[in-house]
C-alpha cells in the first residue's frame, strides 16, 4: 500500500514537474523576445530608401559622426530619433499594387474577415470551456459535474479544428497582403517587425498549450491534476487574449497612427507604435464582441444539433447545451453596446472628422444597419427567454404579461434605429418642409438613442429575471418585500433613463455625455444588483416544477440560429465600417491608398460582400461541426431534471 | 388630424406616449371582451393592432413621415406583434388557428376564403413585381450626406486653421479668455420657444447699449446675421427664410437639435467659410447652394455669426473634455 501511495505521489510529482517544465518552454521563446522589444527593434526593414542612402554616402566623408534626426510624434508629440525609413509614397501601378483582373480590396477584405470570424471563435471558445471547466469543478453534484466537463470537452474539440483552419486562413490572408499589397504591407511589418516576431511566438504557445489542453483531457480529471488542467485553460486564454491584443496594435495604428513622425517614419519606441490612441478602446470592444460571437455561433450548433436529434435524451442535451452558450454569448452582449459607446468616443476625441465619418456622415446609413442588428439580437434573445418559459412549470405566468415587455422593446428599437439623414425622394422631402423631421429629427440623435437601448437592455435584463424565476417561487421571509424592491427598482431605472435622454437636450454635448454615466449606471445597477437580488430571494424557493429540458417549441432554436446570424453579420458589418473610415489612406494620415480601390463601396455592394462573407463562414463552420460531430461522446441528460436539493441548476446558474 | 396638434417641443415623447395609451386601451378593451366571453381573436387582434401603428404613423404624425422611415417602423412593429402572438405556445396555437383552418379548408367558408387566397396573394405579388419594374418618372430617392465629415485643416483668407483644436475667439469671459461655460450660461433659455433670461440685464440682453465682450460680439454676429444670412435661414434661425422655398432642400434648420447642436463650432466656421461648393465629395449630392462666405466676411465676422447661431437658438457647440 505504501508503495503504491509512493508511486502515485511519485507520478504526481513528475506530472506536475512535467507540466511546469512546459509552461517554462512554452514562454521561454517570449522572454527571449523581450529585448527587442525593450530596444525598441532595430530600423525599418530594407533600410532607408536609395535616396536617403546616397545622401548619406556623400556625407560619408565628413560624417564620421554619425547625425542622429530628430522627429516629432504625430500623436504623442514627444521627439525621437529617426530610425525607420519614411512611408512609401505609392503609385497606381502593378510595383505598388500588383493585381490580377479582380479588386483588390475585396480579395483582402473577404481574406481578413474569414481569419477574423475564426480567430474570434478559437478565442472565445477556451473561455467558455474555462467557465464550464471551472463550473464543474466546483459543482458539488458529480453528475451534475461530469455533464459540464463533457460539454467543456465538447466545445474545445470544436474550437481544435477551427484553429486549424485560423492558421491556414492566417496563411492565406499574409500571402493577400504580401502579394497585392506588398508596400504597404512592408512598411508596416518594418514598424512591427519585433511585435511581429512576439506574436508569432505567442501562436507557438497557443498552439502548444491548446493540444496539451485537449489531448490531456482524460489523463489529467482526477485531483490535483485536474486543476492543473483547469489552470491550463487559464493559461491557454491569456495568451490568447495577449494574441488579440497584439493583432489589434496593428489596426490602431492604421487608424490613428502613433510613434511615427509625419512621413510616417519610426522614432523607436515601440510602445507608442502599439499604444495608440485606439488601442485600449479596441482590445475591451473586440474581446466582449468575440465572446458573444463565440457564444452565438455554439449556440447555432447546439439549435442545429436540437432540431436535428432523433430522441429525447440528444434534445434534453442540446437544449441544455444552446442555453448554457447563449446565456455566456448574452452575457457579452450586454455590456458590448458601453465598450462601442467608448470607442466611439475615443474616435471622435482622436479625430472630429472620423467620428462624423462614422455616424453622421458617409457611414451613417451603416451605423442605422448596425442598431438594427442590435436591435434583432437584444429582442432575439428575449424571445428565446420567453419560450424557454415554456419548459418550466410554473413559467407560463410570466408570460401573460409578454406584450408589455415587447412593447418597450419595439420603442426602444424604434428610437434606436431611426436615421438621422432620411432616405427620401425630393418630393418627401419638399412635403417635409426641410431635411430634418421635428419629430423624428429627435430620435436620430444619441440622447435620444442611448435612452433606446438601455430601455432594450432594462428589458432584457427583466426578461433574464423572469427566467431566473421560471419555475421557482421565492420563499424567503422578505419576499414581498423584495418584489416589491425589485419593481421599484427598474421601474425608477426606467424613468431616470427617459428623464436623462429627455434632458440631454437642453445640455451642452460634454455634459450629456457625462450624463450617459448615470443612465448606464441604472442599467448595469439592474444587471448586478437586480439579479444579485434575485438570486438572493431565490436561495431559498420552492419548485414549482422541474425543468423539461427538450421541451422547448422549435422556434426557440431558430431564434438561437437567428441570434448567431445576427451576430456574423454584424461583426462583418462593423469591421467593414471600421475599416472603411480611413477612407483613403492605408494608414491615416500618413500613407496614402493610391489604389483604384481608395473609394468607398455603395452600400448595397458592402453588404453584399458581407452576406457572402457570413455564407462562405457557415458553410465552412458547418463543416467543422460536422467533424466535431464525427466520434462525438455526449453525457445524456435526462429529459426531465428531477427537483435537485441544493444541486446548481444550470436554468438559474447565469 | 390638425385638430389636435402635436405641441412643439414635447413631439417625439408625445408620438410615443400616444402610441402607448392606445395600446393600453386596446389592452383594456380585450380584457374586458375576454371577461364578457367575446375575446377578439389573436390573429385578428395583432393584425388590427398592426395596420393602427401603419396609420396613426401616416395620419397622425405631420409633416408626413418618408415612406423610407414608415417601412422601418412597419417592419419593426410587425417583429414585435409576432413576438407577441407566439411568445408562448398558447399563443401562438390560437394565432395560428384561422390561418391553419383556411389552409385545411375546413368548412365551406374557410375552402372559399382558401380559393380567394390562391388567388390573390400571387395576383397582388405579380402586380408589386409588375409596378416595381414600370418604369418611373419620379426622382430618384437621395441618401444625402447631411453633415460630411470635415477636413483635418482648413485654410480662410490665408490662415490655417486646425478644426480640431482650434476655438472661437470671442467666446470669452470678462476677462478676455476663452471660456465656454461662460458663454454657456448666456445664451437664450430654451422652453416653450426661446427667450433671453433678463432682458435689462447688459450680462444677458446683447442689444443693450451697455453690453461688452460676449454678449457684444454676439450682437455684432447678430447684424452680420441679419445682413447676410436670415433671408434663407430665416430670421427664427428655423430655415423659413424669405427666400427658403426657393431651394430643396430648404435651408438647414438651426433649432432643430439634429443640426449645429450635434456639431463642434469649427465644424460651423468651416461650413459657412466654404459654402455648398466646398463640400467634400463625400457630401454628394451637393444640395447646398449657400456660398462660401469667405469670399463676404472676415474671418472675425464668420465667427461672431457662428457664435450668434448658438446664443439665439439655445444650444451649445459640441466640446470633448
Request: with cysteine.
Given at each position: 500500500m505504501g508503495r503504491l501511495t509512493s508511486g502515485r505521489a511519485g507520478k504526481k510529482f513528475l506530472a506536475v514537474t512535467g507540466l511546469f517544465a512546459m509552461g517554462v518552454m512554452l514562454l521561454l521563446p517570449i522572454f527571449v523576445a523581450l529585448p527587442a522589444l525593450a530596444g525598441g527593434g532595430a530600423p525599418a526593414a530594407g533600410g532607408p530608401p536609395p535616396d536617403v542612402v546616397a545622401a548619406q554616402e556623400a556625407e560619408g566623408a565628413e560624417g564620421e559622426e554619425a547625425k542622429v534626426e530628430i522627429g516629432r510624434d504625430v500623436y504623442y508629440k514627444t521627439e525621437g530619433p529617426v530610425v525607420g525609413a519614411p512611408a512609401p509614397k505609392t503609385q497606381d501601378t502593378a510595383e505598388f499594387y500588383p493585381r490580377y483582373n479582380f479588386e483588390?480590396?475585396?480579395?483582402?477584405?473577404?481574406?481578413?474577415?474569414?481569419?477574423?470570424?475564426?480567430?474570434?471563435?478559437?478565442?472565445?471558445?477556451?473561455?467558455?470551456?474555462?467557465?464550464?471547466?471551472?463550473?464543474?469543478?466546483?459543482?458539488?453534484?458529480?453528475?451534475?459535474?461530469?455533464?459540464?466537463?463533457?460539454?467543456?470537452?465538447?466545445?474545445?474539440?470544436?474550437?481544435?479544428?477551427?484553429?486549424?483552419?485560423?492558421?491556414?486562413?492566417?496563411?492565406?490572408?499574409?500571402?493577400?497582403?504580401?502579394?497585392?499589397?506588398?508596400?504597404?504591407?512592408?512598411?508596416?511589418?518594418?514598424?512591427?517587425?519585433?511585435?511581429?516576431?512576439?506574436?508569432?511566438?505567442?501562436?507557438?504557445?497557443?498552439?502548444?498549450?491548446?493540444?496539451?489542453?485537449?489531448?490531456?483531457?482524460?489523463?489529467?480529471?482526477?485531483?490535483?491534476?485536474?486543476?492543473?488542467?483547469?489552470?491550463?485553460?487559464?493559461?491557454?486564454?491569456?495568451?490568447?487574449?495577449?494574441?488579440?491584443?497584439?493583432?489589434?496594435?496593428?489596426?490602431?495604428?492604421?487608424?490613428?497612427?502613433?510613434?511615427?513622425?509625419?512621413?510616417?517614419?519610426?522614432?523607436?519606441?515601440?510602445?507608442?507604435?502599439?499604444?495608440?490612441?485606439?488601442?485600449?478602446?479596441?482590445?475591451?470592444?473586440?474581446?466582449?464582441?468575440?465572446?458573444?460571437?463565440?457564444?452565438?455561433?455554439?449556440?447555432?450548433?447546439?439549435?442545429?444539433?436540437?432540431?436535428?436529434?432523433?430522441?429525447?435524451?440528444?434534445?434534453?442535451?442540446?437544449?441544455?447545451?444552446?442555453?448554457?452558450?447563449?446565456?455566456?454569448?448574452?452575457?457579452?452582449?450586454?455590456?458590448?453596446?458601453?465598450?462601442?459607446?467608448?470607442?466611439?468616443?475615443?474616435?471622435?476625441?482622436?479625430?472630429?472628422?472620423?467620428?462624423?465619418?462614422?455616424?453622421?456622415?458617409?457611414?451613417?446609413?451603416?451605423?442605422?444597419?448596425?442598431?438594427?442588428?442590435?436591435?434583432?439580437?437584444?429582442?432575439?434573445?428575449?424571445?428565446?427567454?420567453?419560450?424557454?418559459?415554456?419548459?418550466?412549470?410554473?413559467?407560463?405566468?410570466?408570460?401573460?404579461?409578454?406584450?408589455?415587455?415587447?412593447?418597450?422593446?419595439?420603442?426602444?428599437?424604434?428610437?434606436?434605429?431611426?436615421?438621422?439623414?432620411?432616405?427620401?425622394?425630393?418630393?418627401?422631402?419638399?412635403?417635409?418642409?426641410?431635411?430634418?423631421?421635428?419629430?423624428?429629427?429627435?430620435?436620430?440623435?444619441?440622447?435620444?438613442?442611448?435612452?433606446?437601448?438601455?430601455?432594450?437592455?432594462?428589458?432584457?435584463?427583466?426578461?433574464?429575471?423572469?427566467?431566473?424565476?421560471?419555475?421557482?417561487?421565492?420563499?424567503?421571509?422578505?419576499?414581498?418585500?423584495?418584489?416589491?424592491?425589485?419593481?421599484?427598482?427598474?421601474?425608477?431605472?426606467?424613468?431616470?433613463?427617459?428623464?436623462?435622454?429627455?434632458?440631454?437636450?437642453?445640455?451642452?454635448?460634454?455634459?450629456?455625455?457625462?450624463?450617459?454615466?448615470?443612465?448606464?449606471?441604472?442599467?448595469?445597477?439592474c444587471l448586478f444588483f437586480g439579479s444579485a437580488l434575485n438570486l438572493a430571494m431565490l436561495k431559498q424557493s420552492r419548485e414549482l416544477g422541474p425543468i423539461r429540458w427538450g421541451q422547448i417549441a422549435p422556434r426557440s432554436q431558430y431564434a438561437l440560429i437567428m441570434l448567431a446570424t445576427a451576430f456574423t453579420w454584424m461583426m462583418g458589418l462593423m469591421g467593414y465600417i471600421r475599416s472603411s473610415v480611413r477612407l483613403f489612406w492605408h494608414v491615416n494620415e500618413i500613407m496614402r491608398d493610391n489604389s483604384p480601390w481608395a473609394y468607398t463601396h455603395t452600400i448595397g455592394f458592402g453588404a453584399n460582400v458581407i452576406s457572402f462573407n457570413v455564407l462562405f463562414f457557415w458553410i465552412t463552420i458547418m463543416f467543422v461541426f460536422w467533424l466535431g460531430a464525427l466520434g462525438a461522446k455526449k453525457a445524456p441528460v435526462p429529459a426531465t431534471q428531477p427537483v435537485p436539493g441544493a444541486a446548481p441548476q444550470p436554468a438559474t446558474g447565469h | 388630424m390638425t385638430w389636435l396638434k402635436l405641441v412643439e417641443g414635447y413631439m417625439p415623447m408625445q408620438m410615443i406616449s400616444e402610441l402607448a395609451g392606445s395600446i393600453l386601451v386596446f389592452a383594456l378593451i380585450n380584457w374586458t371582451l375576454n371577461r364578457a366571453g367575446m375575446g377578439i381573436p389573436k390573429f385578428w387582434a395583432g393584425v388590427g393592432v398592426w395596420i393602427y401603428i401603419q396609420l396613426y404613423l401616416k395620419y397622425r404624425i405631420y409633416p408626413p413621415i418618408p415612406f423610407s422611415v414608415r417601412a422601418i417602423y412597419g417592419t419593426v412593429s410587425a417583429c414585435g406583434i409576432f413576438m407577441w402572438v407566439s411568445g408562448s405556445e398558447d399563443a401562438w396555437q390560437e394565432f395560428k388557428r384561422p390561418v391553419m383552418n383556411v389552409m385545411d379548408g375546413i368548412s365551406g367558408f374557410h375552402k372559399g376564403m382558401r380559393t380567394v387566397a390562391l388567388i390573390v396573394i400571387p395576383l397582388a405579388l405579380g402586380g408589386f413585381a409588375?409596378?416595381?419594374?414600370?418604369?418611373?418618372?419620379?426622382?430618384?430617392?437621395?441618401?444625402?450626406?447631411?453633415?460630411?465629415?470635415?477636413?483635418?485643416?482648413?485654410?480662410?483668407?490665408?490662415?490655417?486653421?486646425?478644426?480640431?483644436?482650434?476655438?472661437?475667439?470671442?467666446?470669452?469671459?470678462?476677462?478676455?479668455?476663452?471660456?465656454?461655460?461662460?458663454?454657456?450660461?448666456?445664451?437664450?433659455?430654451?422652453?416653450?420657444?426661446?427667450?433671453?433670461?433678463?432682458?435689462?440685464?447688459?450680462?444677458?440682453?446683447?442689444?443693450?447699449?451697455?453690453?461688452?465682450?460676449?454678449?457684444?460680439?454676439?450682437?455684432?454676429?447678430?447684424?452680420?446675421?441679419?445682413?447676410?444670412?436670415?433671408?434663407?435661414?430665416?430670421?427664427?434661425?428655423?430655415?423659413?427664410?424669405?427666400?427658403?422655398?426657393?431651394?430643396?432642400?430648404?435651408?438647414?434648420?438651426?433649432?432643430?437639435?439634429?443640426?449645429?447642436?450635434?456639431?463642434?463650432?469649427?465644424?460651423v466656421f468651416w461650413r459657412v467659410s466654404k459654402g455648398g461648393i466646398g463640400l467634400p465629395g463625400e457630401g454628394f449630392p451637393w444640395a447646398s447652394v449657400m456660398p462660401p462666405w469667405e469670399q463676404h466676411l472676415t474671418v472675425d465676422e464668420i465667427w461672431k455669426v457662428v457664435m450668434f447661431e448658438y446664443w439665439h437658438t439655445g444650444y451649445y457647440p459640441r466640446t470633448w473634455d
Open positions: 483588390s480590396r475585396v480579395l483582402l477584405w473577404v481574406a481578413n474577415q474569414q481569419h477574423l470570424y475564426y480567430g474570434s471563435f478559437v478565442l472565445a471558445v477556451p473561455i467558455f470551456c474555462m467557465c464550464i471547466e471551472f463550473a464543474g469543478l466546483l459543482s458539488k453534484d458529480r453528475a451534475m459535474a461530469k455533464k459540464y466537463d463533457q460539454l467543456a470537452y465538447d466545445f474545445i474539440k470544436i474550437s481544435l479544428t477551427a484553429y486549424s483552419l485560423t492558421a491556414i486562413l492566417g496563411g492565406i490572408l499574409i500571402f493577400t497582403f504580401l502579394t497585392l499589397y506588398p508596400a504597404f504591407f512592408g512598411y508596416l511589418s518594418s514598424i512591427f517587425r519585433p511585435v511581429m516576431h512576439i506574436y508569432a511566438l505567442m501562436f507557438v504557445a497557443e498552439s502548444g498549450t491548446l493540444y496539451i489542453y485537449y489531448y490531456g483531457w482524460d489523463k489529467m480529471k482526477e485531483g490535483l491534476l485536474k486543476w492543473l488542467h483547469a489552470s491550463m485553460s487559464v493559461v491557454l486564454n491569456v495568451i490568447g487574449t495577449v494574441l488579440m491584443f497584439l493583432a489589434n496594435s496593428w489596426i490602431g495604428f492604421m487608424m490613428s497612427p502613433a510613434g511615427v513622425d509625419e512621413q510616417g517614419r519610426y522614432l523607436g519606441n515601440i510602445w507608442h507604435v502599439i499604444h495608440t490612441a485606439l488601442w485600449n478602446p479596441l482590445n475591451v470592444h473586440r474581446i466582449l464582441g468575440n465572446m458573444a460571437f463565440g457564444g452565438g455561433v455554439v449556440a447555432a450548433y447546439a439549435a442545429y444539433r436540437f432540431l436535428s436529434a432523433k430522441n429525447d435524451e440528444e434534445r434534453a442535451h442540446y437544449d441544455w447545451m444552446g442555453y448554457i452558450a447563449m446565456a455566456l454569448g448574452v452575457a457579452f452582449l450586454i455590456p458590448l453596446p458601453f465598450a462601442g459607446y467608448w470607442l466611439m468616443r475615443e474616435v471622435y476625441a482622436y479625430r472630429q472628422q472620423m467620428g462624423i465619418t462614422l455616424m453622421g456622415g458617409l457611414l451613417a446609413w451603416l451605423f442605422i444597419i448596425q442598431a438594427t442588428m442590435i436591435g434583432i439580437l437584444f429582442l432575439t434573445t428575449n424571445y428565446y427567454l420567453w419560450q424557454a418559459l415554456g419548459r418550466m412549470t410554473g413559467g407560463e405566468r410570466f408570460q401573460r404579461y409578454i406584450k408589455y415587455f415587447v412593447f418597450i422593446l419595439v420603442v426602444g428599437l424604434l428610437v434606436f434605429i431611426t436615421p438621422h439623414t432620411i432616405v427620401m425622394t425630393p418630393a418627401e422631402l419638399k412635403a417635409m418642409g426641410g431635411q430634418q423631421h421635428p419629430v423624428l429629427g429627435n430620435y436620430g440623435v444619441m440622447s435620444a438613442k442611448n435612452g433606446g437601448i438601455n430601455a432594450i437592455i432594462m428589458t432584457t435584463i427583466a426578461s433574464f429575471i423572469w427566467y431566473q424565476r421560471g419555475n421557482r417561487v421565492p420563499a424567503v421571509k422578505w419576499a414581498k418585500f423584495g418584489n416589491i424592491f425589485l419593481i421599484t427598482f427598474f421601474v425608477v431605472a426606467h424613468l431616470n433613463n427617459i428623464w436623462v435622454a429627455c434632458y440631454g437636450y437642453f445640455i451642452p454635448a460634454n455634459v450629456r455625455i457625462g450624463l450617459s454615466v448615470p443612465q448606464v449606471a441604472g442599467t448595469l445597477s | 409588375y409596378n416595381s419594374f414600370l418604369p418611373s418618372f419620379e426622382e430618384p430617392i437621395e441618401l444625402r450626406t447631411v453633415h460630411p465629415a470635415p477636413p483635418a485643416t482648413t485654410k480662410v483668407h490665408g490662415k490655417t486653421f486646425v478644426l480640431q483644436v482650434v476655438e472661437n475667439p470671442y467666446r470669452v469671459n470678462n476677462e478676455g479668455k476663452y471660456d465656454q461655460a461662460y458663454t454657456d450660461a448666456r445664451i437664450v433659455e430654451q422652453a416653450m420657444g426661446r427667450l433671453m433670461k433678463d432682458v435689462n440685464d447688459p450680462n444677458y440682453n446683447p442689444w443693450d447699449p451697455n453690453a461688452e465682450g460676449y454678449t457684444k460680439y454676439v450682437r455684432e454676429g447678430g447684424e452680420i446675421f441679419f445682413q447676410n444670412c436670415h433671408f434663407c435661414h430665416g430670421d427664427n434661425l428655423n430655415g423659413r427664410g424669405l427666400w427658403a422655398y426657393a431651394f430643396n432642400p430648404i435651408p438647414a434648420n438651426f433649432t432643430d437639435a439634429g443640426t449645429i447642436a450635434q456639431l463642434q463650432e469649427t465644424f
